[in-house]
């Protein structure tokens, strides 16, 4: 049972466009949650965090938004660079006790020159 | 000066064979954890300690033993290694075990059984 899903496994957009990618989580309880970048052979970095209280965080070329009522939060890179091309990871847990993150499956961007 | 650091990167080994994974966090976090991400890419959590006592065991093989000398390394070692077991093994620390903090991840060790 996927409790945080990331129904797209691929995307690729040209260089200079925005990149969006989705995510979307079953359970309530989440109210912490970040996106991870991850090269090959490399462990997940970590990008970008936003807490249920608020709808929107930003950091530089990244936003996050969080979408309450629909359970969904989306990722937005612009403008994308070749650089991002990476895995995205979004993960999620409970502000509460020893809860472990529980990581989506990953989105692979391209970002083509 | 890296953060998070595995040893060995790469583990090839026979199927019935003992092996260990180290992992050392230089960032003076209290916490640490071993993540499992399999064939079908799903990075789960195994194990986490805070501060040398183990607080997460998510219903791994007890073949798995996590083990925490100080709270700067978490080690695992696997007895009786089967193919299932290969996968990548991420090693990670965050400062505090619950509330809102990231974690901060190492490059992985990429388990290889035959």
């Known amino acids: 049972d996927q409790q945080v899903k990331q129904n797209s496994p691929s995307l690729s957009v040209q260089e200079g466009r925005i990149s969006i990618l989705n995510c979307d989580y079953t359970?309530?309880?989440?109210?912490?949650f970040l996106w991870y970048k991850k090269y090959p052979a490399e462990g997940p970095t970590f990008l970008i965090s936003i807490s249920s209280i608020k709808d929107k965080n930003e950091d530089g070329r990244f936003t996050v938004f969080l979408n309450k009522s629909a359970k969904h939060l989306s990722l937005h890179i612009v403008p994308s660079q070749p650089g991002d091309s990476a895995v995205y990871f979004c993960?999620?847990?409970?502000?509460?006790?020893?809860?472990?993150?529980?990581f989506g499956k990953g989105t692979r961007l391209s970002v083509i020159a | 000066d890296t953060a998070v650091s595995q040893t060995p990167k790469y583990l090839v080994t026979q199927m019935g064979n003992d092996k260990s994974i180290k992992c050392e966090q230089n960032?003076?976090?209290?916490?640490m954890y071993w993540y499992k991400q399999d064939s079908k890419k799903f990075l789960k959590i195994m194990f986490s300690y805070n501060n040398k006592e183990l607080i997460i065991n998510e219903t791994v093989p007890n073949r798995f033993s996590p083990k925490s000398p100080d709270k700067a390394h978490l080690n695992l070692h696997i007895n009786s290694l089967e193919l299932g077991d290969s996968a990548v093994y991420f090693c990670?620390?965050?400062?505090?075990?619950?509330?809102?903090?990231?974690?901060?991840f190492g490059p992985g060790t990429r388990l290889t059984v035959l």
């Open positions: 960032l003076g976090h209290d916490t």
């Open positions: 359970n309530s309880m989440f109210d912490y």
């Open positions: 993960a999620a847990n409970p502000n509460s006790g020893n809860t472990p993150l529980v």
């Open positions: 990670a620390s965050s400062p505090r075990a619950s509330g809102y903090n990231e974690q901060f």
